[in-house]
């Protein structure tokens, strides 16, 4: 091998290294715009399920404050037929007392 076969082989494995430079830069490009298109999408998903998880849990306290009212509603015409019950047997009582005390208010 003589001088001028040395200088191709010199410029041949310099251009090998510009290339292999270029391949990494390409590739860590590459690795960079995958790691932030991983990232957005992880990202997305977790809002997707914070969403849900929100959403179910709205759902839930919506269907515990419908059971409630169903209870309350319940609760109130039961006690409203209770009152009812009692003042149809209590009237006649308070009738009679209150003519009792006519009675004896009032002159015969």
Known sequence: MGPQSDVELMKAIYRAEREADRIVREAEEAARALLAEAEEAARGTLEAKRLEFARGERVKR?????????????????????????????EPGIDSIADALLDRILPP
């Open 62 to 90: 919506e269907k515990e404050a419908a059971e409630t009212e169903k209870e309350a509603q319940a609760l109130l015409e039961r006690t409203r037929l209770q009152v009812e019950t009692w003042v149809r047997r209590a």
